[in-house]
């Protein structure tokens, strides 16, 4: 079994243990005798009560990938109990304890965001309309994003041109750390940017080597 697999199983236990009404009545969630079920950029996840395995609910079968389950996962763990949205959005390198993340964060994730939506603005707009998104008056292409109901993402694109490369931006709560572990925001990240190659049905771009 590989690492990843390990910590899914590791966190899916963590899971049962934990005070599952709590967590009802903190997040709003819905249940039913064996699971509980929590919207996760408009899906809706469903979360064993016993073995605390998370599929999502319209095709159980879909491998899910261990950027999503680390999320929702670690969004109920490290919350505090009086998590509350500031409202203010900010880039990666102003999130809380986040910055010495902000090489990889840019290497692995922006910059290939960028490269995928190159040329694609059209595209991007409509798959920010899929996944519920709000426009915003910003860059090329602009819209907050549902995540969880407690949590908004901001993103933010110019294309490219004759004299600049397209340029890409996720903003982020100023408080997200409240709600999730500094690590786990680039997990969050990093999924967001994949679901938005795979609405506008797009190959995500892979990360430049030479960084």
Same mark, same amino acid.
């Given at each position: &079994?590989?690492?990843?697999?390990?910590? =899914?199983?590791?966190?899916?236990?963590?899971?049962?243990?934990?005070?599952?009404?709590?967590?009802?009545?903190?997040?709003?969630?819905?249940?039913?005798?064996?699971?509980?079920?929590?919207?996760?950029?408009?899906?809706?996840?469903?979360?064993?009560?016993?073995?605390?395995?998370?599929?999502?609910?319209?095709?159980?079968?879909?491998?899910?990938? $261990?950027?999503?389950?680390?999320?929702?996962?670690?969004? $109920?763990?490290?919350?505090?109990?009086?998590?509350?949205?500031?409202?203010?959005?900010?880039? $990666?390198?102003?999130?809380?304890?986040?910055?010495?993340?902000?090489?990889?964060?840019?290497?692995?994730?922006? =910059? +290939?965001? #960028?490269?995928?939506?190159?040329?694609?603005?059209? =595209?991007?707009?409509?798959?920010?309309?899929?996944?519920?998104?709000? +426009?915003?008056?910003?860059?090329?292409?602009?819209?907050?994003? +549902?995540? $969880?109901?407690? &949590?908004?993402?901001?993103?933010?694109?110019?294309?490219?041109?004759?004299?600049?490369?397209?340029?890409?931006?996720?903003?982020?709560?100023?408080?997200?750390?409240?709600?999730?572990? =500094?690590?786990?925001?680039?997990?969050?990240?990093?999924?967001?940017?994949?679901?938005?190659?795979?609405?506008?049905?797009? +190959?995500?771009?892979?990360?430049? #080597?030479?960084?």
């Amino acid at each position: &079994m590989d690492n990843y697999k390990v910590l =899914e199983e590791k966190w899916g236990e963590i899971f049962a243990s934990m005070d599952h009404g709590e967590l009802i009545s903190r997040f709003d969630l819905e249940e039913d005798s064996q699971a509980l079920f929590v919207p996760y950029f408009g899906q809706r996840y469903r979360l064993d009560k016993k073995n605390g395995r998370i599929t999502l609910e319209e095709d159980p079968a879909r491998e899910l990938t $261990f950027d999503t389950q680390m999320v929702i996962y670690h969004l $109920f763990y490290y919350s505090k109990p009086e998590a509350r949205v500031k409202g203010e959005f900010v880039p $990666f390198r102003q999130v809380k304890r986040a910055a010495p993340f902000e090489p990889a964060y840019k290497r692995t994730i922006l =910059e +290939p965001l #960028a490269r995928t939506f190159d040329g694609h603005a059209g =595209e991007l707009k409509n798959a920010c309309r899929m996944l519920g998104g709000r +426009p915003i008056p910003q860059g090329d292409v602009g819209y907050v994003i +549902p995540v $969880f109901s407690c &949590m908004p993402l901001t993103v933010v694109f110019w294309d490219g041109d004759e004299e600049f490369s397209a340029q890409a931006n996720i903003l982020f709560d100023a408080d997200i750390t409240d709600f999730l572990h =500094e690590e786990t925001v680039v997990c969050l990240a990093a999924d967001f940017a994949r679901k938005l190659a795979e609405k506008a049905g797009l +190959p995500f771009a892979a990360s430049d #080597a030479r960084g």
